[in-house]
């Protein structure tokens, strides 16, 4: 795990999504630690699958909690398969999480910012964002959906001294990681014949998993001033991954 870094977000105000668990406890913690205002969104208390009701009830957060500086779009769901094995409603529910709910909170949070002129926007992808891999079509294709949102909007929203970046992170020591090996070993033994984690961390040029504090601190560096002239980015935190 990194040192302590400070990044100067003290007294800023974030909204970080799937915060209590994997990468997003990182996330907050990091934040927390540099003394910012973390409200957290994730199960069970607030469901961003349920879009049909969420810029409702996304409207009643931020009057309740103010001015919001960072938006930290980092809830995701996975599901494996091919097209052909992925159901349209399976694709529905993983693009509700990984896209639709990031959209429905860049919608809440762009008109304060932009009143403000400031804020900073980071939206969590996947190295999935920018490569292929097998048996991924529909959360690959969520991630690439958001990293493009990050570009687009990034162009549109930089006039009003908003930023908007987004994180593509590698393999990533969590327990949905950890998932995800053992679920491809036992439907895929033919491609996937090892649900050994020492195989996967081989394919790693660094050879090993990335702490979910190092994504953290990556968000943290983005969402800070350090980082006033970069926006539109989509950042590989991934250990070499994409890079081969």
């Given at each position: 795990?990194p ?16 915060h ?20 957290g ?9 349920r ?16 001015p ?8 995701g ?8 094995e ?6 529905e529910?993983v ?6 709910a ?9 008109p304060?910012?932009?009143e ?12 999935q ?84 504090s ?31």
């Amino acid at each position: 795990m990194p040192p302590h870094i400070s990044f100067g977000l003290s007294g800023r105000r974030a909204i970080v999504t799937g915060h209590r668990g994997g990468i997003g406890a990182a996330i907050t913690k990091v934040l927390q630690d540099d003394g910012v205002e973390v409200i957290g969104l994730d199960l069970p208390d607030f469901d961003l699958s349920r879009t049909e009701d969420l810029e409702e009830r996304l409207a009643t957060v931020l009057s309740a909690a103010g001015p919001i500086d960072i938006l930290v779009n980092n809830a995701g769901v996975t599901v494996l398969g091919s097209v052909t094995e992925t159901p349209v409603a399976e694709v529905e529910r993983v693009f509700r999480v990984n896209f639709l709910a990031g959209y429905a909170l860049m919608r809440a949070v762009l008109p304060g910012m932009a009143e403000r002129g400031k804020g900073a926007i980071v939206n969590i992808a996947s190295d999935q964002a920018l490569i292929g891999k097998q048996v991924s079509a529909a959360y690959g294709a969520s991630k690439a959906a958001i990293a493009q949102l990050s570009r687009s909007a990034a162009l549109d929203w930089a006039r009003f001294g908003i930023r908007v970046n987004c994180i593509a992170p590698g393999s990533t020591d969590t327990a949905m990681l950890s998932g995800v090996i053992g679920d491809l070993a036992k439907a895929y033994p033919d491609r996937f014949p090892t649900s050994s984690v020492e195989f996967y961390r081989s394919s790693v040029p660094m050879g090993r998993f990335a702490d979910p504090s190092e994504i953290a601190h990556a968000v943290a560096f983005l969402a800070s001033d350090a980082a006033s002239f970069i926006t539109g980015v989509i950042m590989p935190v991934d250990g070499g991954g994409t890079a081969q």
